[in-house]
């Protein structure tokens, strides 16, 4: 595949995610996929990945990932943008609050044959954690 198939590919993900369409992550995600979250100490496989997908979309059914930067570098496209939503489900232990949340993301994706290899994430976890409400902001 070439750059803008590569782009297209990952924005559609990233579309995908808003939407919780499972069919087109599934389709995505290469069988040996790892994805490589900060809340997570170990790498997640492709069930565990599709999973948590499912847990947040759940628990922030209004989510949108909003991309605001998409660049390819060799086997990978990085994205970077912003996460919103109304937390209105539990989310790892969190009951819903009703709270808003936005936070910014970088993520890596690295393809192969148009598939999701592997994907890293990088946010603003704490930020993210305080909207929830799940840690206090400071003082």
Request: zero cysteines; hydrophobic letters at 40%.
């Amino acid at each position: 595949m070439n750059d803008e198939q590569n782009l297209q590919r990952v924005a559609d993900f990233f579309q995908a995610m808003t939407d919780r369409d499972f069919d087109y992550i599934e389709s995505f995600l290469a069988p040996e996929h790892q994805f490589f979250f900060p809340l997570s100490p170990v790498p997640l496989g492709r069930d565990a990945h599709i999973g948590m997908n499912r847990e947040f979309g759940i628990s922030i059914p209004d989510v949108t990932w909003h991309i605001d930067d998409q660049f390819v570098a060799g086997d990978k496209v990085v994205t970077r943008g912003l996460i919103s939503g109304t937390h209105q489900g539990d989310f790892q232990g969190v009951p819903a609050t009703g709270n808003a949340m936005s936070v910014k993301y970088i993520n890596i994706i690295q393809l192969e044959n148009g598939m999701n290899l592997k994907e890293w994430d990088s946010l603003d976890t704490l930020s993210f954690m305080q909207q929830l409400g799940a840690v206090p902001p400071p003082r």
